[in-house]
């Protein structure tokens, strides 16, 4: 009977939801395909299936080869709100801007044909930025890896865990961390009068779109509901190419991203400190399985990036491995950082650490050898974050027992305690348990010897917890962590 009430509720709510939407603007969601049959329906199937019902979805062929535009009419036919244009294959960027001069709705988004929207997210965008008169609503987006839905990076997390209505670049320069030209919705007049447009040659390039529009918006929002599924292809443009020309193309758009900045100096500085946190990084990992003209690109292109962001945070910020190779780089020294490569100086979990007057120092390779300040080894106080998994979980008799790791990333532990809380659970620690172990890409182990950890909380077998909240206390070091109980 419930059940019949809820979907009586849902048939009456849905008309009704329709028809209140009659008097809200007008979205256009562009969508540019190129050979994208493989997922195009299901692209396509979510722009009409969205919360919010007034939208227009334009479509543009862009010279695909495959069964695209046979696809893209069939959803034109069953759907009247999609428009299909096709056009001689000319790359993305002048696809976008096709498919914009035909759009005719009040605001502007984009999404690619092998991604998808999520059902509600847009829908609470919208409802933020009508009610803020913003410029640009911003939504957080997931992952799509094969079948698996995983969240984004850390940084899109952190960003989006702070939502803000109507702020600025100024205020928040931790926005240009979602720099994809997805995920965004745009007052079509705001995109007109600033003249934004996507560049034919698109290797990074929505981050000049991006950055120009965040930097010249009068508002954005930061919203807090997912909004947009971005499928991870190794073979895109922008995830899997090892080439210099992918090295500089990248280069260049950090370079144009820096100098649409320029009038924002405090912002650019930023932007650069995040470039060599988060994207960067991406880029000198690839030297695993690089040549000698894609160093050469590196050695060529990374200093002006380091000399442009701010030193305290880049010293306090940035991990040790990649300062080292940074400074590196500067100093050009090939021999020398193919050794730090060859012997996974990238991964700083797979070397010891200890205290040195700088500070708690990895000795990564070539410590007191090659040309890098001592600084340069300081491990970053999120480097060392704890660490907390909770691997297992069995019923013995009421009691509920975990399998718990705990340790703290690059420092090996020497007498850890460790103590869990609960909702009014008891818990007895025993400090018995496989230790945690690091595996490199390469395939190398590292153990945290003592990591592991019992906990039995006592007549908790039929209530167990969600979570259970991690303390560990080893020498200097301590912290707390949540852990899921599976």
């Not at 605001?107 to 999520?118: H, S």
């Not at 292109?301 to 991990?319: G, L, N």
Request: glycine share 6%; with cysteine; proline share 6%.
């Amino acid at each position: 009977m419930a059940r019949l009430r809820r979907r009586l509720r849902r048939a009456v709510a849905l008309p009704l939801d329709r028809w209140r939407q009659r008097s809200r603007p007008l979205l256009s969601i562009v969508v540019p395909v190129f050979n994208g049959e493989a997922y195009l329906d299901e692209c396509l199937t979510s722009a009409r299936r969205q919360d919010y019902r007034r939208i227009e979805v334009v479509v543009i062929d862009d010279g695909s080869t495959d069964g695209s535009l046979a696809m893209a009419r069939r959803h034109a036919s069953a759907d009247r709100r999609v428009t299909v244009l096709s056009q001689d294959n000319a790359g993305v960027g002048e696809a976008r801007r096709a498919a914009v001069e035909v759009a005719t709705g009040e605001f502007l988004t984009f999404l690619d044909a092998d991604d998808t929207l999520t059902r509600g997210g847009v829908k609470a965008a919208m409802d933020v930025i009508e009610q803020t008169g913003s410029d640009i609503a911003v939504m957080p987006y997931q992952r799509q890896e094969g079948d698996a839905i995983r969240p984004p990076a850390p940084w899109i997390r952190a960003l989006h865990a702070r939502p803000a209505r109507h702020t600025s670049v100024a205020e928040r320069p931790d926005v240009l961390v979602n720099a994809i030209a997805c995920a965004k919705i745009f007052r079509r007049t705001f995109w007109d009068t600033t003249q934004l447009s996507f560049p034919t040659v698109l290797l990074a390039g929505d981050q000049i779109v991006t950055a120009t529009a965040y930097r010249d918006a009068d508002g954005i929002d930061i919203c807090g509901l997912t909004g947009y599924t971005w499928r991870r292809q190794e073979t895109s443009i922008s995830q899997g190419q090892v080439t210099a020309e992918a090295v500089h193309a990248r280069q260049d758009a950090i370079d144009a991203v820096l100098a649409v900045l320029g009038p924002l100096p405090d912002v650019r500085a930023e932007r650069a400190l995040q470039y060599l946190r988060y994207n960067i990084p991406n880029s000198v990992l690839k030297l695993e399985r690089a040549d000698d003209a894609y160093l050469d690109a590196l050695v060529e292109r990374v200093p002006p990036i380091v000399a442009a962001a701010p030193t305290e945070r880049y010293d306090r910020e940035v991990p040790a491995q990649y300062r080292v190779l940074y400074a590196l780089l500067a100093d050009g020294d090939r021999e020398a950082i193919w050794r730090y490569v060859r012997a996974e100086g990238m991964q700083s979990e797979m070397h010891p650490s200890g205290p040195e007057p700088a500070g708690l120092t990895s000795y990564l390779p070539g410590w007191r050898n090659d040309p890098v300040p001592a600084e340069a080894y300081v491990l970053t106080t999120e480097q060392t974050a704890l660490k907390v998994q909770v691997r297992g979980s069995r019923v013995d008799g009421t009691d509920l027992v975990l399998d718990v790791a705990a340790w703290f990333p690059n420092v090996d532990p020497v007498n850890p305690v460790l103590e869990v809380k609960t909702d009014g659970d008891v818990a007895d620690v025993r400090h018995v348990g496989a230790p945690a172990v690091f595996t490199s890409r390469m395939g190398s182990e590292r153990t945290y010897p003592g990591s592991g950890w019992t906990v039995t909380l006592r007549g908790a077998a039929r209530r167990a917890p969600k979570t259970v909240t991690v303390s560990l206390r080893d020498g200097p070091h301590h912290g707390s962590a949540t852990a899921k109980v599976p």
